[in-house]
């Protein structure tokens, strides 16, 4: 486990959310819009950098520079994931009965992984916030965005593929009756 503190996300659609650490500081928001097929556009801003997931382009952007998702990952083994912006890999894996997704860095000065535990709930207990722990080595913003970036997109197709079509998530996120 890191040294690094985690951030929270302060709602449980990870993609209508902002990231907080301890202290209540903002790192991160989430916004989506939606359309009537479901997700659109997922914006994450950082302090540093702004990333875009085109949910029906299959696209990731930071900054300028805009790739295919078929480009970025590529199936390693079993349930393994591998993500590459520039020259940084992170392979994505699964652990604990999918409770928590590792984005482990397969080469560089660092390969403690970023960790991200998925927001749980119970029937007696309050509900568990997702939450996101960054090595403390990773100190690029454009490296931290596209792990963040990587992780949502994986667990959010995870979670649909579990709980039915993207459609449940869009009516998860968004009133239809507004």
């Known amino acids: 486990m890191s040294d690094s503190p985690s951030l929270i996300f302060t709602q449980k659609n990870l993609l209508e959310s902002t990231l907080v650490d301890s202290s209540g500081a903002l790192h991160y928001t989430t916004t989506t819009t939606t359309g009537l097929r479901g997700r659109k556009v ?7 950098a702004v990333g875009k997931i085109n949910w029906r382009e299959q696209t990731f952007a930071i900054g300028d520079v805009c790739r ?10 079993g349930g393994e994931r591998e993500w590459k912006w520039d020259k940084r890999v992170y392979t994505l894996t699964y652990v604990n009965a999918y409770k928590e997704l590792l984005a482990t860095p397969t080469s ?25 722990t960054f090595p403390p080595q990773l100190q ?14 994986t667990e ?6 579990n709980h039915g079509s ?13």
Request: hydrophobic share 40%; no cysteine.
């Open 140 to 153: 690029d913003g454009q490296e931290n965005l596209f792990a963040l970036m990587a992780i949502l997109q």
């Open 68 to 77: 295919g998702w078929d480009a970025l990952r590529s199936r390693v083994g």
């Open 108 to 132: 560089g000065p660092t390969l403690t992984p970023v960790r991200f535990t998925a927001p749980s709930t119970h029937v007696l207990h309050p509900w568990e916030p997702a939450t996101i």
């Open 166 to 178: 993207g459609l449940s998530a869009a009516i998860d996120s968004v009133s239809l009756f507004n």
């Open 42 to 48: 997922t914006t994450i801003t950082g302090a540093n």
């Open 156 to 161: 959010t197709m995870h979670t649909d593929k």
